[in-house]
């Protein structure tokens, strides 16, 4: 071969070494895209009830499922039980976060320990009769909590809706679509409205496309209103939670892990996630 073209070659490879070399140092430079979990975490606390109607106890064994899913390789330390009372607020301070299936405390000694673990920081992820409150439930806080009147009206059979999303913004909605199709639940209403609170962001509602809404209970309007969060505290409601359809649709199950995801992010002693 030609020296003097051999002698060009190496200098060719050289000169393209030489060019190529900030930008591999700039690639190794990069920080690393992904945040591998030393340890767990956060701690999560999912209460549910078995003395429930059969819809709710449905939703419940879903949920269990979809929550022991979110765990594989033991990224948070998650609890699960059926009995509140065994949570007396020292215990419960411990949670970063309280995700209730398909009820709410019901004696005095547990209502106020919960009470006390919200208005001190704590975080609720609550769904569907998490919330259900009437002129028999004596809890008047609870509606603080919500930021809403007591239940209303609801549609029966229980049946799909069409949701719009309402703010964009929010971690919690800004990766769903405007509009999706949730699958079957039983929709509530409330009176008055969350969306007349000031202190209350209205994520998702009901769209007036689905009046009348019903076959056997129908609703024909209103201001229906199915996810919210109260900024007076770290929580979300979300409305959807009546039968075994509630954890099959991608999209709601996505609003799920974003709901429960910010919540925990929300936390006084920082967002686990950036940890």
Same mark, same amino acid.
């Given at each position: 071969?030609?020296?003097?073209?051999?002698?060009?070659?190496?200098?060719?490879?050289?000169?393209?070494?030489?060019?190529?070399?900030?930008?591999?140092?700039?690639?190794?430079?990069?920080?690393?895209?992904?945040?591998?979990?030393?340890?767990?975490?956060?701690?999560?606390?999912?209460?549910?009830?078995?003395?429930?109607?059969?819809?709710?106890?449905?939703?419940?064994?879903?949920?269990?499922?979809?929550?022991?899913?979110?765990?594989?390789?033991?990224?948070?330390?998650?609890?699960?039980?059926?009995?509140?009372?065994?949570?007396?607020?020292?215990?419960?301070?411990?949670?970063?976060?309280?995700?209730?299936?398909?009820?709410?405390?019901?004696?005095?000694?547990?209502?106020?320990?919960?009470?006390? @673990?919200?208005?001190? =920081?704590? %975080?609720?992820? #609550? !769904?569907?009769? &998490?919330?259900? +409150?009437?002129?028999?439930?004596?809890?008047?806080?609870?509606?603080?909590?919500?930021?809403?009147?007591?239940?209303?009206?609801?549609?029966?059979?229980?049946?799909?809706?069409?949701?719009?999303?309402?703010?964009?913004?929010?971690?919690?909605?800004?990766?769903?679509?405007?509009?999706?199709?949730?699958?079957?639940?039983?929709?509530?209403?409330?009176?008055?409205?969350?969306?007349?609170?000031?202190?209350?962001?209205?994520?998702?509602?009901?769209?007036?496309?689905?009046?009348?809404?019903?076959?056997?209970?129908?609703?024909?309007?209103?201001?229906?209103?199915?996810?919210?969060?109260?900024?007076?505290?770290?929580?979300? @409601?979300?409305?959807? =939670?009546? %039968?075994?359809? #509630? !954890?099959?649709? &991608?999209?709601? +199950?996505?609003?799920?892990?974003?709901?429960?995801?910010?919540?925990?992010?929300?936390?006084?002693?920082?967002?686990?996630?950036?940890?």
């Amino acid at each position: 071969m030609n020296p003097f073209r051999t002698t060009y070659i190496r200098l060719l490879w050289i000169c393209l070494f030489t060019l190529c070399l900030p930008a591999i140092q700039a690639q190794d430079a990069t920080p690393y895209p992904a945040n591998y979990a030393r340890a767990p975490r956060f701690k999560a606390l999912i209460y549910y009830s078995t003395q429930v109607e059969e819809a709710h106890r449905q939703f419940a064994e879903d949920g269990i499922r979809f929550f022991k899913k979110l765990n594989y390789g033991e990224g948070f330390i998650q609890e699960f039980t059926t009995d509140f009372t065994q949570y007396p607020y020292e215990k419960l301070r411990e949670f970063d976060v309280v995700v209730m299936l398909n009820a709410m405390p019901a004696d005095a000694a547990s209502r106020q320990a919960f009470e006390q @673990y919200m208005e001190q =920081g704590g %975080g609720w992820v #609550g !769904f569907h009769a &998490a919330a259900y +409150n009437d002129k028999d439930t004596h809890w008047p806080w609870l509606l603080q909590f919500l930021g809403c009147g007591t239940f209303y009206c609801n549609n029966w059979p229980p049946q799909p809706a069409l949701l719009e999303v309402d703010l964009t913004s929010h971690p919690v909605t800004r990766n769903l679509p405007q509009q999706f199709v949730a699958p079957a639940s039983e929709w509530y209403q409330w009176n008055p409205s969350p969306r007349l609170n000031q202190e209350v962001q209205i994520l998702l509602s009901l769209s007036s496309k689905n009046y009348p809404i019903g076959i056997k209970d129908v609703v024909s309007f209103g201001d229906f209103p199915v996810v919210w969060t109260n900024t007076r505290y770290r929580m979300i @409601y979300l409305n959807m =939670g009546h %039968g075994d359809e #509630g !954890f099959g649709d &991608a999209t709601q +199950n996505l609003l799920y892990l974003n709901a429960f995801r910010w919540v925990v992010s929300q936390r006084k002693a920082g967002d686990p996630f950036q940890q």
